[in-house]
Each structure stands twice: as structure tokens, then as C-alpha cells.
T-cell receptor
Framework: AQKITQTQPGMFVQEKEAVTLDCTYDTSDPSYGLFWYKQPSSGEMIFLIYQGSYDQQNATEGRYSLNFQKARKSANLVISASQLGDSAMYFCAMREGSYNQGGKLIFGQGTELSVKP | EAGVVQSPRYKIIEKKQPVAFWCNPISGHNTLYWYRQNLGQGPELLIRYENEEAVDDSQLPKDRFSAERLKGVDSTLKIQPAELGDSAVYLC?????????????FGPGTRLTVL
């Protein structure tokens, strides 16, 4: 079974509008972390935002916020006021395991976001 | 502060040839990861190091892949011999430690094409 599912292969958004990228996850571990990364055409993975499974509040970082719905096992990324430079691939990822165990990031298939001027 | 450095950025080889990728993590980062990213997919972990110790290499195809991090700093990933299916982007990442809250910082990757 897929651990991380991103159901939107591609998304379009008008510049200055908000957009939501979907991510659902599957784990039986009570301790996990959820991440969003941006990958522009240059190839580098850029960290955007992190949410811990025990965090009570949704994470926010500037124009990025994570809509964390634990019961639904979803961790959607919301980008407010889209900019042309936001056009890229976006990956949702999960790390399972207890604190200090480390552990690999499990990535979804990605969503390609295109921002229209 | 310098980011994760990888070289080469691009490599084209014929099948059955050997190839090696090099990674220098961010200074002070004890944890180093190698990921492989196939076209149109997310990265998949190949191996994780804590200092010089490989603590998770369960997804490294050990018949043809090898990796080392001798002094706990930079690392080399090798494929010998390469197969057509090894064409992918190989990403190196580092983090300060294994704590799962720490973000991983990625390098630009090495794009390998096997002909």
C-alpha cells in the first residue's frame, strides 16, 4: 500500500490566488513527521514546511501552511498568494519512527504546480 | 553557509561501465542520505549514514551498488556495473542529526543516463 498519496499529478493556479495541494498518508506508528518539499526544474529539493504528529497546531511558514487533519490522515499544503516562482514539483513526505531514531523520508509521487500570469 | 555539494551534475555512460558520485554534506551535519529519484517519481532512500556508520542500507542493491563515508564527512556512491534501469537522479542530503524533526537539506543531484 502507498504510504504517501498525492492524487493531483498537475495543478494550475492563477497568480496571486491560493492553491491547495493534497496529500494523504498511511501509518500505524503514532510518532511521525510530515514534510513538504519543492523541486524546481533545477532539481534541488527545497524544504518548505514540517508538521509533527503530536503538534497541536497547523504549521505555517510564510506563505505556506499545512492543513493537518490527523483523523483523516491528510496533510495538505496551502500556498497563499501564488507567485510565478512557485511553479515547480511539490512532494509530500513522511518520516516514521520515534524521536532520535532517524528514519528515511517516504515521498509521494509529486504534484506539478503551474502558476499562470 | 555552503549547501550540500554533489559532483558531477550530469553523467552519461554505457551499460556495464562503472560510475561514481560524490557528495559533501553541510559542515557539521552528521547524518547523510543517498536517494534515487526515477523520472516522474519521488526520491527513494538508498542508504543513510550516521557519521561513518551505514545505519540503514536495506534498499541499496548490494550486488552492484556500494557506498562509503570513511571519515564521516563526504561520501561516495558507486555503481558497478551500471544497467539501463539505473538511469535516474541521485540525490544526496544531510541533516544535523537523526532526530526526526530535523529537515534534510538536499544537494542538486547527479543525473545519470545509462545508454
Amino acid at each position: 500500500a502507498q504510504k504517501i498519496t498525492q492524487t493531483q499529478p498537475g495543478m494550475f493556479v492563477q497568480e496571486k490566488e491560493a492553491v491547495t495541494l493534497d496529500c494523504t498518508y498511511d501509518t500505524s506508528d503514532p510518532s511521525y513527521g510530515l514534510f513538504w518539499y519543492k523541486q524546481p526544474s533545477s532539481g534541488e529539493m527545497i524544504f518548505l514546511i514540517y508538521q509533527g504528529s503530536y503538534d497541536q497546531q497547523n504549521a505555517t511558514e510564510g506563505r505556506y501552511s499545512l492543513n493537518f487533519q490527523k483523523a483523516r490522515k491528510s496533510a495538505n499544503l496551502v500556498i497563499s498568494a501564488s507567485q510565478l516562482g512557485d511553479s515547480a514539483m511539490y512532494f509530500c513526505a513522511m518520516r516514521e519512527g520515534s524521536y532520535n531514531q532517524g528514519g528515511k523520508l517516504i515521498f509521494g509521487q509529486g504534484t506539478e504546480l503551474s502558476v499562470k500570469p | 553557509e555552503a549547501g550540500v555539494v554533489q559532483s558531477p551534475r550530469y553523467k552519461i555512460i554505457e551499460k556495464k561501465q562503472p560510475v561514481a558520485f560524490w557528495c559533501n554534506p553541510i559542515s557539521g551535519h552528521n547524518t547523510l542520505y543517498w536517494y534515487r529519484q526515477n523520472l516522474g517519481q519521488g526520491p527513494e532512500l538508498l542508504i543513510r549514514y550516521e557519521n561513518e556508520e551505514a545505519v540503514d542500507d536495506s534498499q541499496l542493491p548490494k550486488d552492484r551498488f556500494s557506498a562509503e563515508r570513511l571519515k564521516g564527512v563526504d561520501s561516495t556512491l558507486k555503481i558497478q556495473p551500471a544497467e539501463l534501469g539505473d538511469s535516474a537522479v541521485y540525490l544526496c542530503a544531510s541533516s544535523p542529526g537523526p532526530s526526526w524533526g530535523n529537515e534534510q537539506f538536499f544537494g542538486p543531484g547527479t543525473r545519470l543516463t545509462v545508454l
